[in-house]
């Protein structure tokens, strides 16, 4: 593939964790939302919801992912069933059993990010929805508890998990993919509750300084992460800052979700992937090799003084779109 100059770190910082993500559409409006209480927070809408009920100040990033793969699992449902008409020459009966679990929502964003903001906004906007929170606070002081409006409005519930479930203090507190997980491995959850999307706040100001985080040799950066798990990501707090600020960040993250995109649902028809990158703010080449959905990348040798910075990627495989591909991965490029 072609030669270009200078990738971003968190492209690079992609293929440190990506391996092991994955994404589901939000298919249908909420009636429950899971607000899971951790350093960086976890909160989601579908699309139509979200537009009504976020501020002036956010401006809202669809991911075009479509499957989970990772957490893919079947389910069994006992209610009723819907059938497909039957034709003349046809005696079979198409049975499709109608998922009737509640939905869920996870939000999540780094340190505020504005997680709480857009909660409250949403337990008090108009909408008719009934919402159910399940808040996972870190820590034994309870803050944002009582800072939910819900909790005065009396209409819904607020669940407390102050003993640290749902699960983040035992699997990790940045990471959405461990809630995640409990979706589909907890049979208790799996058989009333389908996980409806995942929602990612990026604070339009310190977001880049997150982002741009060198993190040690085999350390993901969660700020990276949270945003290749998202399936809408919501940039907060656009008040902040100038325009082109917000759509340079909003290209950056268009270029995060590409890479994950491609890295996830392309897997089977590349073969291989290997190659050079010339990461922004790095002095040691950026070098990355996959087979198939298996990656991993670390910084290599230093780039030698008259050395020319650049990238170099290699793709093999079959269904390839040689400027396809080349397209998405400029538009990664600083
Ligand atoms: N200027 C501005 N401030 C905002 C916006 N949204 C939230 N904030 C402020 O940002 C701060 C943090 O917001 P929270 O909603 O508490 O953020 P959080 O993600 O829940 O925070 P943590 O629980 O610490 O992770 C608060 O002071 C909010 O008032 C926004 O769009 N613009």
């Avoid at 030669?3 to 429950?32: Q, V």
């Avoid at 819904?156 to 640290?164: A, K």
């Avoid at 010339?278 to 040798?301: A, L």
Wanted: with cysteine; hydrophobic share 40%; charged share 25%.
């Amino acid at each position: 593939m072609a030669t270009i100059p200078s990738a971003s770190m968190d492209m690079a910082a992609t293929f440190l964790g990506l391996a092991k993500s994955h994404s589901f559409p939000l298919s249908s409006i909420n009636t429950t939302l899971f607000f899971c209480k951790t350093r960086p927070k976890i909160i989601a809408q579908t699309r139509k919801f979200l537009t009504s009920t976020t501020s002036a100040n956010s401006r809202i990033v669809y991911s075009s992912k479509q499957t989970r793969k990772c957490f893919s699992r079947r389910f069994t449902v006992s209610g009723a069933t819907t059938s497909a008409p039957e034709t003349e020459d046809s005696d079979v009966l198409t049975k499709i059993p109608p998922d009737n679990r509640i939905p869920a929502t996870i939000i999540t964003g780094f340190l505020g990010s504005g997680k709480t903001t857009l909660l409250n906004h949403i337990l008090t906007a108009d909408h008719g929805k009934r919402i159910a929170v399940i808040e996972n606070e870190y820590g034994e002081v309870d803050i944002d508890g009582s800072l939910v409006a819900a909790k005065s409005a009396g209409a819904e519930d607020i669940v407390m998990l102050n003993n640290g479930c749902l699960c983040c203090t035992v699997r990790g507190l940045a990471n959405p993919a461990p809630i995640i997980q409990t979706f589909y491995a907890e049979d208790q959850v799996f058989n009333d509750v389908k996980l409806d999307g995942v929602v990612t706040l990026v604070d339009a100001k310190h977001a880049v300084f997150h982002l741009d985080e060198v993190k040690p040799k085999g350390v993901v950066n969660e700020a990276v992460e949270q945003i290749a798990y998202a399936d809408r990501i919501i940039v907060n707090k656009t008040d902040l800052v100038r325009e082109p600020e917000v759509a340079s960040l909003v290209e950056r993250i268009k270029a995060n979700i590409w890479l994950g995109t491609l890295l996830l649902e392309r897997s089977e028809d590349i073969y291989r992937m290997k190659g050079l990158l010339s990461v922004h703010g790095m002095d040691e080449r950026f070098v990355f090799q996959g087979v198939h959905d298996i990656f991993q990348g670390s910084p290599d040798r230093l780039w030698g003084s008259d050395e020319p910075r650049i990238n170099k990627l290699v793709f093999i495989g079959k269904n390839l779109d040689a400027q396809e591909l080349e397209k998405g991965f400029k538009a990664c490029l600083l």
